[in-house]
């Protein structure tokens, strides 16, 4: 599914987040608080556009890795990274295939880990994390930027009336099962104190989270304890 909609991916993000995505994504970097010539780790990269963010904040000497189980979306992932390179001050940049789940680096080989509008996907998410926890050395972060279901009105029925109708609709024109999934996905999700619950039970300590546009997104950030 997500090989089939990878030419239009980013596309159809800019449209459903009216562009905003990438300054959740500049956000969701900020939490990670890396350091110049750090290591990072991109989960369920995507096209690549959070690697992208990180790669930019550690510069010359840095190194971050972007993984997912699309090889669609990696190639056009390793296109944006070329096009960029000028402005990725002097990071190395590597995307490959991966299983989120059972992530392929010794425990501790990332100062942080993250995960942009990916860790609904994880078909177990305790797993996930504790992955990302594992490899992430000890006083380092992870970071999960994801998109849940805000609470109260007027809100809550904006919310119900995008995902329910007017996604699935846009969806139609690219992929009618994947941009139906999408609402289904969202709505399974654990809300942003049940999320910072699993993270706590995957190992990381210090968890905060923020709400933003309005309660659509939420951004959440755990250390790896010392």
């Known amino acids: ?14 449209v459903m987040t009216a562009g905003l995505h990438h300054e959740w994504r500049r956000r969701a970097t900020d939490l990670a608080e890396l350091s110049a010539s750090g290591r990072a780790l991109d989960v369920a990269t995507g096209t690549g556009d959070l690697a992208l963010e990180l790669a930019a904040r550690v510069g010359a000497g840095g190194e971050v890795v972007g993984v997912d189980f699309s090889e669609r979306m990696l ?64 006083g380092g972060r992870v ?53 910072a619950t699993v993270m706590w039970r995957s190992g990381l300590r210090e968890i905060r989270y923020v709400l933003t546009a309005g309660g659509i997104i939420a951004l959440h950030v755990g250390m790896v304890p010392t």
Do not use: H
């Not at 090989?3 to 993000?13: K, P, S, T, V």
């Open 75 to 138: 190639e056009l992932a390793r296109a944006k990274a070329a096009s960029r390179a000028a402005n990725l001050s002097g990071a190395t940049v590597r995307f490959e295939t991966g299983n989120a789940l059972a992530l392929a680096y010794p425990d501790g080989a990332f100062d942080a880990a993250t995960v942009g509008f990916g860790a609904r996907n994880f078909s177990d998410l305790g797993q996930g994390l504790s992955e990302m926890a594992r490899v992430v050395r000890p």
């Open 143 to 195: 970071v999960v930027l994801e998109i849940t279901t805000p609470r109260r009105p007027p809100l809550s029925t904006f919310f119900d009336v995008w995902f329910d109708r007017v996604v699935p609709v846009c969806g139609r024109l690219v992929d009618s099962q994947a941009y139906s999934y999408l609402p289904s996905s969202v709505k399974r999700f654990p809300g942003p104190e049940e999320l």
């Open 1 to 14: 599914m997500f090989d089939r909609i990878a030419g239009l991916y980013d596309r159809m993000n800019t």
